[in-house]
């Protein structure tokens, strides 16, 4: 079975950064659009970011400029740096690989 298994999440200030990073067993990721996406309380999930296999990156209009989507097909890991961290970031995020879906790490900003 696909494990998607995130990581990097917690509390930081207004302009502060944090690294969030999802760890795929189970498969291949290198052959996987992979993303990730957060969903605050009493909001509608929104897509955050998407890496393709040949490493073309989307962003969400609310990060861009901000965050940076990465992977890392040797270490079937997939990264979110976020950076210039805002209070309306504060979610839980969650990585993606086609259907599969990762348990979330919680980023709070205050």
């Known amino acids: ?5 995130e990581s990097g999440g917690g ?4 302009g502060g950064s944090l690294r969030l990073s999802c760890v795929v067993s189970g498969y291949t990721s290198s052959n996987y659009y992979m ?13 955050v970011a998407t890496i393709d296999t040949d490493g073309s990156t989307r962003y969400a209009d609310s990060v861009k400029g901000r965050f940076t989507i990465s992977r890392d097909n040797a270490k079937s890991t997939l990264y979110l740096q976020l950076n210039s961290l805002k209070i309306e970031d504060t979610a839980m995020y969650y990585c993606s690989m086609g259907t599969s879906r990762g348990q ?5 900003v205050s």
């Open 1 to 5: 079975d696909v494990q998607l298994v």
């Open 11 to 14: 509390s930081v200030q207004a």
């Open 35 to 47: 993303g990730w996406f957060r969903q605050a309380p009493g909001k509608e999930r929104e897509g």
């Open 104 to 108: 979330g790490t919680q980023v709070t």
